[in-house]
């Protein structure tokens, strides 16, 4: 039976025309128990702490800033706001998330956004030294599996401690 084709998303389709390797992954994890989240990732060699979230953000002086970071950790807004050069960064509230970044809640990907609004992007520095990272891909459900540093420089995305720290 042949696999059935799935249609790329924008941020696919950007890695695609830049040469940047990816591995698109489908996964469904979202309204899934611990352990059932655990077995899903285990069939895809992956670890829930390899898996990142993008958040929006604005600053008072700048306008949108996004920080990408592991999915099992705090974004420290007060960092954010010092790397992207303001006093104060807020997030952005679900109400203005899809019409600031073009995606809604669960499926921002910084490709896309860079790649749409420009806004300056930060990834959190754990993911400097690692071999990969997941990020949505675009839509709910979807990830890609790639290099930090690959997405990086492709969006020219500095590296930097964005953690709250307990």
Do not use: C
Not at 25 to 44: A, C, G, H, P, Q
Not at 155 to 160: L, M, S, Y
């Amino acid at each position: 039976m042949a696999k059935k084709k799935i249609k790329k998303t924008l941020p696919e389709q950007i890695m695609d025309k830049h040469g940047v390797t990816y591995e698109p992954l489908v996964l469904n994890i979202l309204d899934k128990s611990e352990t059932e989240r655990d077995l899903i990732l285990d069939t895809f060699h992956i670890k829930h702490d390899d898996i990142y979230k993008t958040l929006a953000a604005t600053g008072d002086r700048t306008g949108p800033i996004v920080a990408v970071l592991p999915i099992t950790k705090h974004l420290s807004l007060k960092k954010l706001a010092a790397v992207s050069g303001n006093k104060k960064a807020a997030m952005l509230s679900l109400k203005d998330l899809q019409k600031t970044t073009g995606y809604v809640h669960g499926a921002n990907n910084p490709i896309g956004i860079w790649q749409n609004k420009h806004f300056p992007i930060y990834i959190d520095e754990t993911a400097a030294k690692a071999d990969y990272f997941l990020v949505s891909g675009g839509e709910l459900g979807r990830s890609d599996k790639i290099k930090p540093n690959d997405v990086a420089q492709l969006i020219a995305a500095p590296f930097v401690d964005l953690l709250e720290h307990d």
